[in-house]
């Protein structure tokens, strides 16, 4: 199967090598994304559904369709002002030689993409590499087969080999791609197998963006509207039943209003619920049991415990912090509600940890907003709201640190995947020659001045 990716990745080369790829054909294959993805949604919508044991067809169309749609629209509007070259300004010494800046497409782009979400994001950042001119390789995640086999079966009715194609399998298919020397490789998922991808992509000294998540912290200010911020904090961990990277992992709280807020996320919660109908399962047993298991462990230790049912994330009151649940990217239902004495307290609690792929802050004040602003890391730094950031396409999505390494989306996705060429242009009139060996003594005081 390596010899048959090894050919795939080659003959996409040849082709990407023989011609780049001009703005109408750019637009033109976005454009086949944007149909492939209009005119399935029924067969997707199912697919999904299938690979979740039932999950919201609202939340489908919300983050899976309308995402990649959004995304396409915005690239098409956009493209021609990216792809156009840009002056560079030149040293006075050079003049009146001028110089200019070029994006020209990397190649090939392998995308292995996360189970999560597994429509939009295996097409996120083909939208953006397809954008940049390059021919797209995917190997989505062998956890959502029937989404995967859908896209397997989709994409060649719009696209030919050489253009953009999808490769199923499992770890030792996935193993075998990620060692590939593609121009450039992005990878969705844990940390833990984003280690292992970045290592087997060093091997071939292939660039690589890592999506990787991590424990994102929401911080919940004194001056907070109490039940707007939890009415928030519930949407965001409800969505996909928490299997979000996105997700508010936990909430840092001063201690004077912690019961306050568990009645307002227990508000929010009653009514946000799902019905049975809308409420999203997990993506395997394997996840499920993980999710409840975690759950379980807090209560065994001792921790207060709001639960209100299988389809609502589960309150977790002053966990200890060697619980697997504060350890990990939780992943699932559990909330973990932490308080402490001071927001002080709060940013040393998330600036002692590894850099979240998002930080959540719930404060008004100017001054607070300033000082979160300044003094912490994250991916994205989101103000009174959570998940919504992801939904802007001009915004750069990515992490830091643990949570990742580079960005896309929108420009940003354009970039990424994208060879930023120097272009020099000497003139007629140039004067370098007065540079030039045998050097003149007039040079070297010159060069003692400046």
């Not at 090598?17 to 454009?31: C, D, G, I, P, V």
Request: glycine letters at 6%; charged letters at 20%.
């Amino acid at each position: 199967m390596k010899r048959d990716l090894t050919r795939l990745l080659h003959a996409q080369r040849h082709a990407a090598n023989r011609t780049f790829a001009t703005l109408s054909m750019r637009r033109k294959r976005l454009e086949r994304l944007a149909q492939m993805t209009k005119h399935h949604q029924r067969d997707i919508i199912h697919a999904i559904q299938a690979d979740f044991g039932k999950r919201s067809e609202t939340e489908i169309r919300l983050a899976e369709i309308s995402a990649v749609l959004q995304a396409i629209g915005h690239a098409r509007r956009h493209l021609w002002h990216w792809m156009r070259p840009c002056a560079a300004t030149m040293p006075w010494r050079l003049w009146p030689a001028r110089a200019r800046i070029t994006p020209q497409p990397l190649g090939v782009v392998g995308i292995m993409s996360p189970w999560n979400y597994p429509w939009s994001l295996a097409l996120m950042p083909a939208i953006d590499a397809v954008a940049a001119g390059n021919s797209v390789i995917i190997k989505p995640s062998e956890y959502a087969p029937n989404t995967s086999a859908l896209l397997a079966k989709l994409v060649p009715q719009y696209f030919t080999d050489e253009e953009l194609c999808v490769v199923e399998g499992g770890p030792d298919i996935a193993k075998a791609f990620s060692a590939l020397p593609f121009d450039h490789l992005i990878f969705t998922g844990s940390t833990a197998v984003g280690r292992q991808v970045a290592l087997a992509a060093a091997e071939q000294l292939t660039p690589v963006t890592l999506e990787l998540g991590g424990k994102s912290p929401a911080i919940v200010a004194s001056d907070a509207d109490l039940d707007r911020a939890a009415a928030s904090i519930i949407f965001g961990k409800g969505m996909n039943a928490g299997q979000t990277c996105i997700a508010p992992d936990y909430v840092l709280v001063e201690s004077r209003h912690l019961e306050t807020l568990i009645q307002a996320l227990s508000r929010a919660i009653e009514q946000q619920r799902p019905t049975d109908k809308e409420a999203t399962g997990f993506v395997s047993p394997h996840h499920q049991q993980r999710s409840e298991r975690l759950i379980a462990q807090a209560r065994d230790h001792g921790c207060r415990i709001i639960d209100s049912g299988p389809h609502a994330p589960a309150l977790v009151i002053d966990p200890t912090q060697n619980l697997e649940l504060m350890r990990e990217e939780i992943f699932g239902r559990a909330l973990p509600l932490i308080s402490v004495k001071s927001i002080d307290d709060a940013i040393a609690f998330v600036n002692t940890r590894p850099h979240p792929l998002a930080l959540y802050a719930f404060t008004n004040d100017k001054l607070l907003q300033t000082t979160l602003r300044l003094s912490t890391r994250s991916g994205a730094l989101v103000f009174n709201e959570t998940l919504l950031h992801h939904a802007v396409p001009s915004l750069p999505f990515g992490g830091v640190g643990d949570s990742g390494i580079g960005a896309y989306h929108g420009r940003h996705g354009f970039e990424r995947f994208s060879h930023l060429r120097s272009i020099f242009y000497q003139s007629k009139r140039a004067s370098s020659s007065l540079i030039r060996p045998p050097y003149k003594r007039w040079l070297l005081k010159l060069l003692r001045i400046s």
